[in-house]
């Protein structure tokens, strides 16, 4: 889902933009004039504007220069009339991203070109963070006796160019093993790129992985190189390997043997030296055996496997990768002065974290939001609103129940505050939807409300 801005003076086109955006899950405002559409962007972020070219009040090249320095990493596709591609060219010039011809040809040819918009939107946030981080690179470990066979594994792989398979729970820092091993191996000079395989549509995801010819679908306008082969040389992470399709399982699986592809439309053969990383929380012997998961391409990925143990196995780590947690949190909450109580450093020592190190961390992300002017951070601070002991509870595991007792309540809590909207309860409580589901799995809670 992407927050889009639609700048359309004639109400007919306006409205169909919107609704046909609206049903493709993104969150739409619109303007019917250049001036007011540039209200808005100041008063809001958006991850995309959709522009008219020609609009009262302001047109859409003057919107676009206006925009273009306050807020770059915006992502703007311009509306063409019919004989005013030139225009489009010059707005391109000017940052935009792409353009549509009026009328737009297809609903499939406006949502997928939005899409592309809002992923290199994501792209560029991600980029900017990485690069924020980079100095300071989190450790694997702070010591804990379990991951030091993780650690001595990784470096002893990163010195080969064998393919690594990151297995284990949703948040155990997959990525920042990835990182690691980027880091420790010869190929530390040259590009790290990542992509999560379930945050995309196939077609997407195959024009991200290999690019695409100009023409190659309805939108592709120009060339463009796909990430594979732009990590030429350096470390290719696939997160979330096991939801590819099995279309994307047998393409990939070429580009692994022959080390080949073609891009999409294409029939140039490129060429790439690649390190290959794949990282997942599903069962992919079992996926092999039901016939959902290709078994070379298992093969292809599992040369050199490593199990990342999940946080709540790691109880030398726990408080040491909190605190450095909440220097990250302290600093993108503009709090210099954040600390944990001894009640909240009990409390991390003992809760489950099953959504292990990113549940941590918003666990400590709404602690510093409601911490005091002092900004010591209480146990109370750390469970509002999550998984967790209730507010006013000063030993994590009371007389008012166990942990499981605790966190059962604060689901149904949230289930019920949210009409049973799995998804929005799993944002509440600091999960991933799918651990939320075996967590009502494992309570025996009727999976009946809506998702």
Request: glycine share 8%; proline share 4%; net charge negative.
């Amino acid at each position: 889902m992407a927050r889009v801005l639609v700048a359309e003076d004639e109400v007919g086109i306006r409205e169909f933009l919107v609704e046909a955006l609206e049903l493709a899950d993104h969150q739409v405002d619109s303007a019917a004039r250049g001036d007011d559409a540039l209200v808005k962007l100041r008063r809001s972020t958006y991850d995309v504007l959709l522009t008219d070219i020609t609009m009262p009040g302001l047109d859409g090249m003057s919107l676009l220069r206006a925009i273009r320095d306050e807020q770059p990493e915006l992502q703007v596709v311009v509306l063409t009339a019919h004989g005013t591609v030139e225009m489009a060219v010059d707005a391109m010039k000017l940052g935009a991203s792409d353009y549509l011809q009026k009328p737009v040809g297809s609903l499939d040819e406006l949502r997928l070109v939005i899409e592309r918009a809002a992923e290199r939107k994501r792209l560029l946030v991600a980029e900017d963070r990485a690069t924020r981080q980079a100095g300071d690179p989190p450790p694997l470990t702070y010591g804990d006796p379990l991951m030091k066979p993780v650690v001595a594994a990784l470096k002893k792989v990163a010195a080969t160019s064998a393919t690594v398979l990151l297995l284990g729970e949703s948040g155990t820092g997959k990525e920042v093993a990835a990182r690691a091993l980027h880091r420790w191996s010869d190929r530390a000079a040259k590009p790290f790129v990542a992509i999560n395989c379930a945050a995309l549509s196939e077609t997407l995801l195959m024009s991200e992985l290999f690019g695409h010819e100009k023409g190659a679908f309805t939108g592709a306008h120009t060339r463009r190189r796909g990430r594979i082969e732009l990590a030429d040389g350096g470390t290719f992470f696939l997160d979330e390997v096991g939801e590819l399709s099995s279309d994307a399982q047998a393409k990939l699986l070429r580009v692994l043997e022959e080390r080949a592809f073609e891009r999409v439309g294409g029939h140039q053969t490129i060429t790439v030296d690649v390190r290959w990383v794949g990282a997942t929380n599903r069962d992919l012997n079992a996926m092999v055996s039901e016939g959902t998961f290709r078994g070379d391409l298992f093969h292809r990925l599992a040369v050199f496997p490593v199990r990342l143990p999940a946080l709540r196995e790691r109880h030398h780590d726990l408080l040491p990768l909190a605190e450095h947690l909440l220097v990250r949190v302290a600093g993108d909450l503009s709090r210099p002065r954040l600390s944990l109580s001894p009640d909240a450093a009990r409390f991390i020592g003992s809760a489950p974290w099953e959504g292990n190190i990113r549940e941590l961390r918003n666990a400590l992300e709404r602690g510093a939001i409601l911490a005091g002017p002092d900004g010591v951070i209480s146990a109370a601070d750390l469970s509002f609103g999550s998984a967790t002991p209730a507010r006013g509870t000063a030993d994590p595991v009371g007389a008012t129940g166990t942990l499981a007792d605790m966190e059962r309540d604060a689901i149904l809590r949230t289930l019920a505050a949210v009409d049973g909207n799995r998804r929005l309860a799993a944002e509440q409580l600091g999960i991933g939807v799918r651990t939320l589901y075996d967590k009502l799995k494992r309570y025996g809670v009727s999976d009946t409300a809506e998702s």
